[in-house]
Antibody, heavy 117, light 109 residues
Framework: EVQLVESGGGLVKPGGSLRLSCAAS????????MNWVRQAPGKGLEWVGR??????????GYAVPVKGRFNISRDDSGNTLYLQMNNLKSEDTAVYFC????????WGLGTQVTVSS | QAVVTQEPSLTVSPGGTVTLTCDSSTGVVTSGHYPYWFQQRPGQAPRTLIYDTTNKYSWTPARFSGSLLGGKAALTLSGAQPEDEAEYYC?????????FGGGTKLTVL
């Protein structure tokens, strides 16, 4: 069965850090461009960033609100995607999803991140 | 950063046809924006319906189709079913970044 499972969310104070993971099973992440997407309570989807496959250069791209604070990486041998989030702000509070681009189109169920003092 | 605009809400009758659109503040939407369409029902994770303008997945109902229409990306639903009531989002690519539209709440009534 194909699955993406996010983990690592939780409650963190403003200025703190968290690392989210997205573990893939049932398929290989190796040639897949992967994205992080978030959804604040009662709001729409917001694209956070993406990482190309290593074969395509492995380049990352980020949305303006997170650029310089968030970093996406991948471990293809471990079939896992990561999102390192630093200097977190209250406006980063959201459910964070990972999403496989292109012909796969898979989504995880998300992990909740709450930034509050 | 570009702004992507969708109709905030639309209503379609059961069995009817409706077209949702996705507009870019930078100008005409082309295949080079690699438009995606997603469906999200309340309390659920999003589900991808269309990628690269027109391509469907094995789980995409045949009644959904993607296109470019009048300078915008479009999602057409032909033969609406009650289970199609949901929020629909488009996603466009811009030179290494991507932007979601604000979503269209589709009511089947």
């Amino acid at each position: 069965e194909v699955q993406l499972v996010e983990s690592g969310g939780g409650l963190v104070k403003p200025g703190g850090s968290l690392r989210l993971s997205c573990a893939a099973s049932g398929f290989s992440l190796t040639n897949v461009w992967m994205n992080w997407v978030r959804q604040a309570p009662g709001k729409g989807l917001e694209w956070v960033g993406r990482i190309q496959s290593k074969a395509d250069g492995g380049t990352t791209g980020y949305a303006v609100p997170v650029k310089g604070r968030f970093n996406i990486s991948r471990d293809d041998s471990g079939n896992t995607l990561y999102l390192q989030m630093n200097n977190l702000k209250s406006e980063d509070t959201a459910v964070y999803f990972c999403f496989a681009s292109g012909s796969l189109g898979y989504w995880g169920l998300g992990t909740q991140v709450t930034v509050s003092s | 950063q570009a702004v992507v605009t969708q109709e905030p809400s639309l209503t379609v009758s059961p069995g009817g046809t409706v077209t949702l659109t996705c507009d870019s503040s930078t100008g005409v939407v082309t295949s080079g924006h690699y438009p995606y369409w997603f469906q999200q029902r309340p309390g659920q994770a999003p589900r991808t319906l269309i990628y690269d303008t027109t391509n469907k997945y094995s789980w995409t109902p045949a009644r959904f189709s993607g296109s470019l229409l009048g300078g915008k990306a479009a999602l057409t639903l032909s033969g609406a079913q009650p289970e199609d009531e949901a929020e629909y989002y488009c996603l466009l690519s811009y030179s290494g970044t991507r932007v979601f539209g604000g979503g269209t709440k589709l009511t089947v009534l």
